[in-house]
């Protein structure tokens, strides 16, 4: 049996099959929640609500491109502020921000676990009082019960956390919402999904790379093809698989995972530095592992022969994201260990065991 740590979750014959079962413990109008295929396109939803505003957004300069795209395609004007090395808001740059520009709307990312504190909370109620429009992103933070009052809109991405090809939700706590439900699943994004992570889990079964490879092609296809936002409900599919996992299962690992790497990779030694720094401040089941790492690209190569694939959470897509000196260090040094339901304390050990060995020479 193939073990690869970091790829696309696989699918499985008996997940195929089972997934047809007439299972359905989603209720639609819990939180006043709506299930999408894509957050994108939640997020894409929000903004045509708010169409005739004066399109406004402010965003986390470290952020996705997929959060960018959404008020791009509708011809919004965004501007970015700074996030910490720490990955926190930069209170100060956030308020100066909103007093100049005046935003219809401000998009927010706790990271990796790290739900907002209370300086962020503050600064964000401030700016709320002006009549702006809050959204958290809390597709790094999936699993939180916290719904601080001051945002309008949730919406996050289960799809990164689950093996499900899609699958995403905007909650709204406004008590006329008028944005619906889509009615239509987007079926060819939704079949290649699939294709690519059967082919994935046949490759694990068979340890024939050349079935991986074209898993690697279909999963690229599939990927271009959401590029065009289109609201798309979430597939009965993945709604099937996500109503029978075991979620409590799955933060605990995630849980373990994480604080098994925080406390063994050696960040005393030069060319590591942990994102956080203090584990009591990861408060709800992180999506990753981030650190920074000189010569990073290094580091994924040693990782990468012992098919340990590390994620670069983000790739810069558009230059106007390195605002400062500090954004462009994120994006250069950081770095993701996967740390999901898939992988045990021996994994994460020999995760931190050849990170150390990169940089103890």
């Known amino acids: 049996m193939k073990k690869d740590i970091g790829s696309i979750f696989p699918l499985t014959a008996t997940d195929l099959s089972s997934s047809k079962d ?19 396109e939640a997020i894409y939803a929000v ?5 005739k505003s004066k399109r406004v957004v402010l965003i986390p300069a470290y952020t996705c491109q997929t959060v960018i795209e959404p008020f791009e395609q509708q011809g919004w004007t965004y501007y970015f502020y700074d996030i910490k090395k720490n990955l926190r808001i930069d209170a100060h740059n956030l308020l100066s921000l909103a007093n100049i520009y005046h935003p219809t709307m401000i998009v927010v990312h706790p990271y990796y676990g790290m739900e907002l504190n209370l300086d ?9 009082q002006s009549g702006c429009i809050l959204l958290e992103d809390l597709t790094q933070c999936i699993y939180t019960d916290k719904r601080p009052d001051i945002f309008d809109y949730f919406v996050g991405s289960s799809r990164k956390w689950l093996k499900i090809p899609d699958g995403a939700f905007l909650e709204s706590t406004l008590p006329n919402e008028s944005i619906e439900q889509p009615m239509i699943e987007n079926a060819s ?19 024939d790379e050349e079935i991986k490879s074209i898993s690697i092609r279909i999963s690229k296809e599939a990927a271009a093809a959401a590029n065009n936002i289109k609201c798309h409900k979430m597939a009965n599919f993945s709604k099937n698989i ?3 996992g075991d979620i409590s299962k799955y933060v605990e690992k995630r849980f373990s995972n994480y604080k098994y790497l925080f406390k063994h990779i050696n960040a005393c030694v030069g060319g590591i530095e942990l994102a ?3 584990l009591e401040e990861v408060t709800t089941a992180p999506l990753y592992f981030p650190f920074y790492a000189e010569d990073r690209a290094n580091l994924q190569k040693a990782l990468a022969k012992e ?16 605002i400062n000196e500090n954004i462009k260090y994120i994006y250069s040094h950081i770095l993701a260990i996967p740390i999901d339901q ?7 050990c020999k995760i931190s065991d050849i990170i150390n060995s990169v940089y103890e020479k």
């Open 22 to 40: 007439d299972v359905n413990i989603f209720k639609e109008t819990i939180y006043n929640r709506i299930y999408f295929s894509l957050c994108r």
């Open 47 to 51: 903004a045509k609500k708010y169409e």
């Open 120 to 128: 962020e909370l503050k600064v964000l109620y401030k700016i709320k």
């Open 189 to 207: 994004f939704i079949q290649k999904q699939i294709d690519a992570m059967y082919l994935r889990g046949k490759y694990f079964e068979l340890g």
């Open 242 to 244: 996500l109503a029978k």
């Open 276 to 278: 956080c720094s203090c």
């Open 307 to 322: 098919h340990i694939y590390a994620p670069v959470l983000w790739p810069v897509n558009t230059d106007k994201v390195l």
């Open 342 to 348: 898939r992988y045990n304390l021996d994994d994460m």
